[in-house]
RNA sequence: GGUCCCAUCGUCUAGUGGCCCAGGACGUGGCCCUCUCAAGGCUAAAACACGGGUUCGACUCCCGUUGGGACUACCA
């Protein structure tokens, strides 16, 4: 019989969601979903001073937003305290933690000394066998065995032995009686009953004094696995100074979540030489054995790709729908404007291959309903010359008469017209599309004239020739 | 300083002793297609950090060096 997998992702909500504790919550999800297991969120605000609800929010926003739906929680740990207390409690009992009446300044102190002398900053274990009782100002250390060995075993590194007597006596109650990382983390996988403990590279080094939490209760431990981390262009951990770091702004730029997830996948973990996939694959094919064990820089190239050939490969209708709201924003569109969605559509589909976001693409749709245009005066110069209008006259003159303003019907005419004047479609194309556009590069013009349609083209094409 | 981790093209990676004078992808250059811009197709340049072993044979295994990263809090 085997137990079903639970896993969680454990985010301190000390800031928004970044792309980091995206892709570890994205490993987790996908394990879960795999494993027809269960996804719990779980909030680590067991610091106070620094958590915030505004942070809990914008971190569920940014999972909700990429999709990672979770089965439990959010579980907070501040609601949670006194199960804390009580375990806490019960390891004093038996005489695994003790009281400690440092202060925070003469650890502070001491730590510095130490430094100063090329030791170990290691707390030095005074109250460890002084048996204090209960005072005012104490908090409780975890006492670590002394000598031997604790051995991670690790699903992606492999086993990784600590010599304990590197392991400092941690505190796990504050002196204001709140409870510490080390030791919540532990409580609550167990109580969780978590299968599988995945998260960032930077905690294997906490893992051995969890460890010893959990045997100082009789508890097992868990699966561990260990994310490689996201690093920067200079290769320093991911942060600020290497520009967005934060899931919402990339939805905010006019990323698609799924070439989000897809390009995040890929940072650590490969199937062959796929790069593109879908949930369902993502699903099918993930593993924890298949993730590299070396740390990955964050490319914004790539990402960028990803996004442009997501988009490429949506439908109009979900194309319309995602573009919108950036309409809205950019002011291309009123707010309260009835938008014809299946217009919509037609004209998002038609900018897909151009656009690499959809800030681009809601920038690029402003030439389909714009009626005041501002012509380049490059482009004016090249094909707006006396010659050039005279065909647009020509062209006028074709679109009025056509039975239908598609392309299907258009392009035909337009192309006759040219072969009449002994001209090649370029020589009418440009000259339109500068006419239409302002511009000289856009999407097929036949496209073009079919999504402004008749209206807007006649009015267009009338300014540039006149009359 | 100590502890731990990591090391294939600029970047993400494939590679689990012979299939590799190393494959794919992003980016970059060239060509093709073409009403423009894209997209697409083809193509080019581009890497096994270094030094020792082990082996008939190492990108692959071991050791060391170097380089990078993480942790070292009454933060998480």
Same mark, same amino acid.
């Given at each position: 019989?085997?137990?079903?997998?639970?896993?969680?992702?454990?985010?301190?909500?000390?800031?928004?969601?970044?792309?980091?504790?995206?892709?570890?919550?994205?490993?987790?999800?996908?394990?879960?979903?795999?494993?027809?297991?269960?996804?719990?969120?779980?909030?680590?605000?067991?610091?106070?001073?620094?958590?915030?609800?505004?942070?809990?929010?914008?971190?569920?926003?940014?999972?909700?937003?990429?999709?990672?739906?979770?089965?439990?929680?959010?579980?907070?740990?501040?609601?949670?305290?006194?199960?804390?207390?009580?375990?806490?409690?019960?390891?004093?009992?038996?005489?695994?933690?003790?009281?400690?009446?440092?202060?925070?300044?003469?650890?502070?102190?001491?730590?510095?000394?130490?430094?100063?002398?090329?030791?170990?900053?290691?707390?030095?274990?005074?109250?460890?066998?002084?048996?204090?009782?209960?005072?005012?100002?104490?908090?409780?250390?975890?006492?670590?065995?002394?000598?031997?060995?604790?051995?991670?075993?690790?699903?992606?590194?492999?086993?990784?032995?600590?010599?304990?007597?590197?392991?400092?006596?941690?505190?796990?109650?504050?002196?204001?009686?709140?409870?510490?990382?080390?030791?919540?983390?532990?409580?609550?996988?167990?109580?969780?009953?978590?299968?599988?403990?995945?998260?960032?590279?930077?905690?294997?080094?906490?893992?051995?004094?969890?460890?010893?939490?959990?045997?100082?209760?009789?508890?097992?431990?868990?699966?561990?696995?260990?994310?490689?981390?996201?690093?920067?262009?200079?290769?320093?951990?991911?942060?600020?100074?290497?520009?967005?770091?934060?899931?919402?702004?990339?939805?905010?730029?006019?990323?698609?979540?799924?070439?989000?997830?897809?390009?995040?996948?890929?940072?650590?973990?490969?199937?062959?030489?796929?790069?593109?996939?879908?949930?369902?694959?993502?699903?099918? /094919?993930?593993?924890? $054995? +298949? &993730?590299?064990?070396? @740390?990955? *820089?964050?490319?914004?190239?790539?990402?960028?790709?990803?996004? !442009?050939?997501?988009?490429?490969?949506?439908?109009?209708?979900?194309?319309?729908?995602?573009?919108?709201?950036?309409?809205?924003?950019?002011?291309?569109?009123?707010?309260?404007?009835?938008?014809?969605?299946?217009?919509?559509?037609?004209?998002?589909?038609?900018?897909?291959?151009?656009?690499?976001?959809?800030?681009?693409?809601?920038?690029?749709?402003?030439?389909?309903?714009?009626?005041?245009?501002?012509?380049?005066?490059?482009?004016?110069?090249? /094909?707006?010359?006396? $010659? +050039? &209008?005279?065909?647009? @006259?020509? *062209?006028?003159?074709?679109?009025?008469?056509?039975?239908?303003? !598609?392309?299907?019907?258009?392009?035909?005419?337009?192309?006759?017209?040219?072969?009449?004047?002994?001209?090649?479609?370029?020589?009418?194309?440009?000259?339109?599309?500068?006419?239409?556009?302002?511009?000289?590069?856009?999407?097929?013009?036949?496209?073009?004239?079919?999504?402004?349609?008749?209206?807007?083209?006649?009015?267009?094409?009338?300014?540039?020739?006149?009359?």
């Amino acid at each position: 019989m085997t137990t079903s997998v639970r896993v969680r992702f454990a985010p301190s909500p000390t800031g928004y969601l970044h792309i980091g504790g995206a892709r570890t919550a994205l490993f987790n999800w996908l394990f879960a979903r795999r494993n027809n297991g269960v996804f719990i969120l779980r909030i680590e605000d067991t610091d106070r001073s620094r958590s915030t609800d505004e942070y809990i929010q914008a971190i569920m926003d940014g999972m909700t937003w990429l999709n990672l739906d979770w089965e439990e929680g959010p579980y907070r740990q501040t609601d949670r305290f006194d199960i804390y207390r009580g375990y806490a409690e019960r390891l004093i009992q038996e005489d695994k933690a003790y009281y400690c009446t440092c202060l925070p300044e003469e650890l502070e102190e001491r730590r510095q000394q130490s430094l100063a002398e090329g030791k170990s900053p290691m707390y030095d274990g005074r109250c460890r066998e002084l048996r204090l009782k209960p005072a005012e100002p104490a908090a409780v250390r975890f006492r670590v065995p002394r000598g031997g060995q604790t051995v991670v075993q690790d699903m992606i590194k492999g086993a990784i032995a600590f010599e304990n007597s590197v392991l400092d006596d941690m505190v796990i109650l504050r002196s204001d009686g709140t409870p510490t990382y080390n030791f919540v983390v532990v409580v609550d996988d167990i109580d969780m009953k978590i299968t599988h403990v995945i998260r960032g590279d930077d905690h294997v080094n906490n893992t051995p004094k969890q460890i010893h939490i959990y045997q100082a209760f009789g508890w097992d431990v868990p699966q561990f696995a260990h994310l490689p981390m996201i690093l920067g262009s200079d290769k320093a951990r991911l942060s600020k100074r290497h520009g967005a770091t934060s899931v919402t702004a990339y939805r905010d730029m006019g990323y698609l979540p799924d070439a989000l997830v897809n390009y995040l996948v890929r940072l650590g973990w490969s199937f062959g030489d796929q790069e593109i996939f879908t949930r369902q694959e993502l699903i099918q /094919h993930f593993s924890l $054995e +298949s &993730i590299g064990e070396s @740390a990955a *820089v964050f490319n914004p190239e790539k990402l960028l790709w990803l996004n !442009s050939q997501y988009i490429m490969n949506s439908t109009p209708e979900a194309l319309a729908d995602a573009v919108l709201p950036f309409l809205e924003q950019a002011g291309v569109l009123a707010e309260d404007t009835q938008v014809d969605m299946q217009w919509l559509g037609k004209a998002a589909y038609s900018l897909r291959e151009r656009s690499k976001t959809l800030l681009e693409m809601a920038s690029q749709m402003k030439c389909y309903i714009a009626d005041e245009i501002a012509i380049d005066q490059k482009a004016r110069g090249k /094909h707006l010359k006396p $010659e +050039s &209008i005279q065909v647009l @006259a020509d *062209v006028r003159t074709v679109l009025e008469h056509a039975t239908e303003f !598609s392309a299907t019907v258009i392009e035909p005419l337009v192309n006759e017209l040219a072969v009449a004047k002994g001209i090649k479609l370029g020589a009418v194309a440009q000259p339109l599309r500068v006419a239409l556009t302002g511009g000289t590069a856009s999407p097929g013009i036949f496209e073009v004239v079919e999504i402004m349609g008749k209206k807007l083209v006649m009015k267009l094409l009338a300014k540039v020739i006149g009359g």
